[in-house]
């Protein structure tokens, strides 16, 4: 059975940084891509980057330049470092892999 847990999530002032961690098990890690979503209230879920061994990172335009990923295959652990946080960033994050997802970890960017 495939198992993802968020956490790193919390409330941070704009500008501020949160890295989020998401631990898999029930599946290969090493071979898998991970990948990260959001969703805001009132609003659809939205694609906020993918990861394959830390060699193949892809961003959303509205995220490039602020976040990071990468993944600790040792551990099955993917990772999303979020800097420069603004308002909009605002959501329940989760981590996926495949058709699966996690509980999420809520981010609140507010001041």
């Known amino acids: 059975e495939v198992q993802l847990v968020e956490s790193g999530g919390g409330l941070v002032p704009p500008g501020g940084s949160l890295r989020l961690s998401c631990a898999g098990s029930g599946f290969t890690f090493s071979s898998s891509v991970m990948s990260w979503f959001r969703q805001a209230p009132g609003k659809d879920f939205e694609w906020v980057s993918s990861v394959f061994n830390s060699r193949t990172t892809q961003f959303a335009n509205s995220v490039k330049g602020r976040f990071t990923a990468y993944t600790d295959n040792a551990k099955n652990t993917v990772y999303l470092t979020m800097n420069n946080l603004k308002p909009e960033d605002t959501g329940l994050y989760y981590c996926?892999?495949?058709?699966?997802r996690g509980q999420g970890t809520q981010v609140t960017v507010s001041s």
């Open positions: 996926a892999v495949g058709s699966n």
